[in-house]
Every structure is written in C-alpha cells, then in structure tokens.
C-alpha cells in the first residue's frame, strides 16, 4: 500500500483510527467533520505537513531557565541552574548528525552520533535534551522505511546505549526519574494485532505503567493494515499531566491524559485542528500553549481551503477549546518558522523551537533545534 509520509506519518492516519478503535480518537471525528473537502485540505496539509514533520516530535523545554513557572512549581521539582546548550539535528547531504550546541556561541560542544537519512525519512526522529547534559534520541535504525525499525537511544558522554526497541517519542520528567514514551509494538503474540502504547518507564526502560493502549490489526508482513504511530509525546504538564499530540496531515489533536493511572484511549481533553496543530510550549503547571496554522475557505471547489497565518492558544484540562493569544496573519506561511514569535508573545516557556532559535556556527546547517 502507497502512502505519503511525514516522519513515520501518512495520509491514512484518519482511517487508521476509525477502524481501530471504531471513531476517530483525540476529537479527529470533530475536526474530520468539520472538512469540506478532504481532499482541499490534503493539498493544504502538504505544506503543512513539513512543519508537522519538523516540529511534532520537539520537546518541552527540560532545560527551561530555573525562574520559570514550570520548574518552580510546586508540582513539579525546580531544576537549578540556567540551560546553556541546545540539541540540533546538523544536515550535511544525506548525513545527519547530532550534537550539543552552545547557546551563546553556537559552537558546537559535543558530538553525540551519525546516520544518513534514506528512503524512510529522517533518521533522527526524536530528541529530548535531559536536564544533566545528557541526550535521549528515537532514531530509525534502517535507511529503508519500517514501521517497527526505531528504538530509544541515551547519549551519555561517548557512550550510546540502546534503552528500548518499537519507541516513537519520549520526554523526561522534571525529576528524571522517569520517561513517558509512545511505543508502537508488532504483534509478539501472534494474534494478529499490534499495538500502539502510551507508557511511563524508567530511564533503564522498565516499565513503570501502561497509561493507554489501542491494538490494530497487521497483514502477512507484520506491519499495520490502518494507519497508527501518530501519537507522540509533547511534554509534561506536572507530575500527573502528559500532553500529547495525535494526527497528521488533514487534521492533528493536543491533548491532557493522567500520567498516574490508566485512561482510554481518545476519551482525553483535546484541543483539535488541522495538521500543524501541536503543543508548542508550557506557561504553568496546568496551561500549556498549542500552536496551529489558521486555514480559510469551505473546501469547495470555487473556495478552496487556504493557509492565512498560524494562531496560539493557551489550553487547560478544563478548558481544552483555548483561547486565543497569540497570531500572525500571513498567507501560505508556516508554523514551524514563526513558533518562536508565537511563543513569545505568549510568554510561554518554549516546548518547541524553530532551527533558527539559537545560534550555530559549525558546518552543515540546523535542520532541527531541540531544547
């Protein structure tokens, strides 16, 4: 089966639910409904689906200033001493390396390891900077794409250790003592099935608990006949309070589920839109800030869907339809390339930053920033 991907992500993704879980989870129903013309907002989404792949699997600010409301509060233990370097993703033809850059200098500081990007997409598809120095990566392990060929990895100094195999995302809690990942696992029982997860592990990768699971039925080779992989961890809100994304493409969720207990899958508090639609940075233990690209048009044919500008919202468990804070006005433009400005204005912490944010001057360029 021919599929469009953006990092792992395809134009299946809204099928996939439906069939697995039997409606679409993380209000996708609400935003899928509310598109005219699937097809309109495809040819939007192919824009916006390059900033999905470049911002979805960025991570919350672990290494946020010790003045911000995220480490001083209460929920969540503070976190001394200001950050003084970024992650970046460095391009080079087809090598990608990834390393540690100064902040100030954008000298880089340390180089963490090399893959080259092939056929299946980018090979680093996730990066979370710990608050120690140290470096958790999702790395696709083969150039050919595989939904299965991903495992967790831990920079630590020159040394790499292999943590977790079938991982897609992950973000370390405050303390660093634990991690939530989302794992997307092949059907080891033979039943026919296989399973995408939310779970909370140790830095070790012993399970600590399942939050939610949904299962999807797999052909002859193993992999998914409906489209999953989509759900990836955006950060923590406090110690009992994930955020998490969902989607692709046409249409994408932020959503709030308890880190402390089990959850149905879909059943969370979600703020929904088109596929730019993320978490991009967190202003207290309880609001975190959801970015999205602001689209025009019915969807017919004589009003096709159109890309005006991208808006910020500042969303709650208890509130997760936001409220508009922040937006920029500009046709065909692109989330990932204003995520600082939006941030700011905000005054948010930032879960996201754009490759620009910080300053480098190594060789190759920054095709992606991590913090």
Known sequence: MNTTRSQGCSRRRVIVAALAVGALPLGLATAASATAST????????????????????????????????????SAPARTGAPTTYAAVIASGTKRTLVLVSRTTGKVLRTLGSERAGTGGEPFVDVDLAADGTVWAVVQKTARWSPYAITLRHYTGKRVVNVLPYVTSVRESADARQLAVTVLSPDGNHDGKGTQSLRIVTPSGKLVRNLSSLSFPVDARG?????????????WLNRAQLVVGDGCC????????????PSRYGNWPAKAGDGSTRAIGIINSKTFLVGSNHVSGTGQANDPLRITGVDAFTVTAS???????ASIRKPDIELIDYVDTLVARAKAVPWVISAKRFPYSGTGRVLRAFL
């Open 39 to 74: 097809t309109s907002r495809a040819a939007i989404a192919t824009s916006s689906a390059v900033a999905s792949s470049a911002v979805t699997t960025a991570p919350r600010a672990v290494a946020a200033p010790a003045t911000s409301t995220l480490r001083t509060a209460t």
């Open 223 to 235: 992999w998914p006949q409906v489209e999953v992989g989509g759900l990836r961890v955006s950060g």
């Open 250 to 261: 046409d249409s994408a969720v932020s959503a709030v589920v308890p880190a402390l207990k």
């Open 319 to 325: 509130r997760p339809s936001g409220r508009l804070v």
